[in-house]
């Protein structure tokens, strides 16, 4: 997780990315509640892993690539 371009939390995970016509929440658990109550400013859904370094560049308006 990134707030302001900055690393704050990470989580390892292994498997398959998920892909295809999915609900997606935003700012609340999976299963309902634990809700986000704040303002989120921008989302980026990936079919793949970014590094950080990729992160950060798109986070200062570059392309990331």
């Not at 371009?5 to 498997?15: F, I, L, N, T």
């Not at 609900?23 to 609340?28: C, N």
């Not at 634990?34 to 308006?61: K, L, Q």
Request: zero cysteines; charged letters at 30%.
């Amino acid at each position: 997780l990134n707030v302001d371009g900055e690393a704050v939390a990470e989580v390892e995970a292994k498997g398959r990315v998920a892909t295809g016509p999915r609900r997606v929440g935003i700012g609340r658990l999976s299963e309902g509640g634990a809700e986000f109550r704040g303002r989120v400013g921008t989302v980026r859904i990936s079919d793949t892993s970014r590094s950080a370094d990729w992160i950060e560049a798109a986070s200062d308006g570059r392309d990331g690539q």
